[in-house]
């Protein structure tokens, strides 16, 4: 059992702490991980992107090699698609469909829509009207997209929300509820529509 | 224990497991974990380190981090230098004489190096340095080796009583995994006084006695890198092939399949394991593929090491990338060219930027509007956040280079006739390595304006303390700077037209002046703010 996963997003938008719960839950199923992040200039609003490799196996390389990831997991729809190079023939996009416009030449969102679409598997979800709809604020969008990748993950919603727990109980345990909400709001949608 | 480390909090705790008792260090991105670590550590248990604290303040520079570090071996504790491959050249000439000098207690100096330049200049090896000093260097393939050969390379140090430098990577660095940690750490060593006190005065006829000893020590620096089983060698069931892997690129090439019988030689401790290159030549290798992060070092040293019928390939022949990090595809690039998907939407990259609400924005706003109005300014930038002024929309430095150049080149331009010639500079760089060529510009009072964008912070790393904060205005000063052209603004967009009056005042001035444009990085204010 193994799981390539790329992470993608913007820095800032909290791809590292889906890549943290994710870690919590291999750490419980005693799986071995290796997890390569961006630090430094490129996370000022730039695109970032995190490898996560989760297996029972041992792992060699910090780095997935292209055409072997599972999932690419991407808080952004553009960012995801910079990945899609990364993607195994069965693997699976699990993005946000909110756009973010932080450059002038944004190509036009239907087309990356449809450039996602063409992907074998994927799931759009729109975390902004998922956040709105259980009234959690916007930054639960990450917690949301994790648990829409639940499914594909190999790993038992409730370890992942226990791996949640482990994380945020640091915070409050309003921020641990919210976000356990915002997992299971992502979790149902992705049942939903996979 | 099992802990989730990054690579550099695995060296940090296999410092802290080996009875570390300060860390050196100036935040440079993929260096800053590794202190931040040990600063976490004690700020949780003061004391509760192996019984005694850990000084691990940040230090104005590399130069500064490596003499206080060679200061603490002297006194016969361990100690801890971390800092990015550039840092490197900064410290270069406390590093090299440190070798000669030798050491007290033990000393470990991390360089991590930025192949691809991901948040850096230049792509140099800090392997070179190693060489260049003539100690041993280890570079880790994995976070359970950055913990293990972190305190054995403190065990090392004290043994052979010279520096041993540890080289990693980016991929190294801010990758996690899960590493095994002991149960005993060491204590720190107790005070004690070098037993031969000429060994620390590099006189001549003192420092040669020290080189001849320290050439007299390469045969032994060679012995353990053959015999303490860091490097290994394994016969392939082919082994007219062979693969030469070092330290990360050792993974990628296991991971690639690449090998396919071909005999393994895994490096991760120099100088180059003489007998067992000489073993893999022994068992019939005819071609050898040599796979290294960075620059080709092993492949050229293997030139001299091998008959020159055997076929060396890697960085230098093309067979691998000439620069930029490997990854587990640079050694089936041929196949994988084939079968990967890619989308057909052409995709715009997203360069990184300054946040919004920054005062290093407003500043370039203001500084824009002023070089504008002159025939030919030019403005000298500097490392850090503000260097990203560079591109759209401000477009505002005309020159990056290294850190602290900016006042320096600004100043030698000047002494050409340029006019008006600008540095802009952080606070956290300015004190680094501005303030000698502030100096200089006061001793001759050259006309240049200097604009130090002060936001209380070491900002690009993540917001480490700045070595200035607070003292700007009387270093200035100091320097010899007249107190009326030590200038102090507010980076705001309501204090815009102020602003620009100040800069166009300064720039007026035929002599060194100083405008300090001064806010607070609304990233540490943010993190402030929440707590």
């Known amino acids: 059992m193994k799981n390539d996963i790329i992470l993608a997003g913007v820095g800032g938008q909290g791809i590292l702490s889906i890549a943290t719960v994710i870690g919590q839950a291999a750490l419980a199923e005693g799986w071995y991980l290796k997890q390569a992040e961006v630090h430094g200039m490129s996370q000022r609003g730039g695109e970032v992107q995190s490898h996560l490799r989760i297996s029972t196996e041992p792992i060699w390389s910090d780095l997935i090699p292209q055409g072997q990831a599972d999932i690419i997991l991407s808080l952004e729809p553009l960012e995801a698609l910079r990945y899609v190079p990364w993607l195994a023939k069965n693997g699976c996009v699990v993005t946000s469909s909110v756009p973010f416009r932080n450059i002038d030449n944004y190509p036009d969102i239907e087309q990356v829509y449809a450039a996602i679409r063409k992907c074998p598997k994927h799931i759009l979800i729109d975390t902004d009207a998922l956040v709105k709809e259980i009234n959690a604020p916007v930054q639960a969008a990450n917690m949301v997209l994790l648990g829409a990748a639940i499914p594909m993950l190999g790993v038992e919603p409730e370890i992942v929300k226990a791996g949640l727990e482990k994380v945020f109980a640091r915070k409050s345990e309003a921020i641990v509820e919210t976000n356990i909400r915002a997992l299971e709001a992502g979790y149902a949608y992705a049942c939903k529509n996979l | ?531």
């Open chain 2, 1 to 531: 224990m099992k802990h989730i480390l990054l690579g550099d909090e695995a060296i940090a705790q296999g410092a802290i497991d080996a009875g570390l008792s300060g860390v050196y260090a100036y935040p440079g991105t993929p260096s800053t974990e590794i202190t931040e670590y040990i600063q976490g550590v004690v700020s949780r248990q003061p004391s509760a380190v192996s019984g005694q604290s850990i000084f691990c303040q940040w230090a104005t520079n590399e130069k500064t981090a490596m003499e206080a570090a060679l200061g603490m071996t002297y006194a016969g504790k361990r100690a801890l230098v971390c800092m990015k491959h550039v840092g490197m050249n900064v410290c270069a000439d406390a590093f090299v004489n440190s070798a000669i000098t030798g050491v007290n207690g033990g000393l470990v100096v991390v360089a991590a190096d930025d192949p691809s330049m991901h948040s850096s200049q230049n792509e140099q090896d800090s392997r070179f340095y190693a060489k260049f000093a003539l100690i041993p260097c280890f570079e880790p393939s994995n976070q359970q080796e950055a913990y293990d050969m972190t305190r054995q390379a403190f065990d090392l140090s004290e043994k052979l009583r010279v520096p041993i430098l540890m080289r990693v990577t980016t991929r190294m660095a801010h990758s996690r995994a899960m590493v095994n940690t002991t149960d005993a750490p060491r204590p720190q060593n107790n005070r004690s006084l070098p037993a031969n006190p000429q060994h620390f005065i590099l006189l001549p006829a003192f420092a040669k006695r020290n080189y001849a000893d320290l050439l007299a020590q390469q045969p032994e620096f060679v012995r353990l890198s053959e015999e303490c089983g860091n490097n290994s060698y394994t016969k392939g069931t082919n082994p007219k092939r062979a693969i030469v892997a070092c330290g990360i690129a050792y993974n990628y090439m296991q991971e690639s399949g690449v090998a396919n019988g071909a005999s393994i030689l895994k490096i991760t401790h120099y100088p180059l394991p003489v007998t067992l290159i000489n073993r893999m030549v022994a068992d019939g290798v005819e071609e050898i593929l040599v796979a290294e992060e960075g620059q080709p070092v092993v492949e050229e040293l293997l030139r001299g090491l091998v008959p020159s019928n055997i076929t060396i390939r890697g960085r230098l022949t093309g067979d691998l990338p000439r620069m930029g990090e490997l990854s587990p595809d640079c050694f089936v690039q041929a196949k994988s060219q084939e079968t990967k998907a890619k989308s057909d939407l052409i995709l715009p990259g997203r360069p990184p930027s300054m946040c919004q609400g920054c005062g290093h924005r407003d500043m370039y706003t203001a500084l824009n509007e002023v070089a504008r109005e002159y025939p030919e300014p030019r403005i000298f930038g500097d490392i850090g956040c503000y260097t990203l002024g560079a591109l759209s929309p401000f477009h505002a430095i005309h020159a990056c280079v290294e850190m602290g150049a900016s006042i320096t080149m600004a100043k030698g331009a000047a002494d050409a006739g340029q006019y008006p010639s600008v540095a802009v500079i952080g606070d956290s760089t300015f004190t680094h390595s501005g303030m000698t060529g502030l100096l200089d510009c006061a001793n001759c009072n050259a006309d240049v304006v200097v604009l130090i964008s002060d936001n209380l912070t070491t900002g690009m790393t993540g917001g480490q303390d700045s070595a200035g904060t607070g003292k700007l205005e009387r270093i200035c000063m100091a320097m010899g700077i007249p107190e009326e052209h030590v200038r102090v603004v507010v980076p705001l967009a309501k204090n815009m037209d102020e602003m620009k009056q100040v800069i166009r005042e300064e720039i007026n001035y035929h002599g060194t002046s100083v405008v300090i444009a001064r806010r607070e990085c609304i990233q540490t204010l943010k993190r402030k703010a929440r707590k």
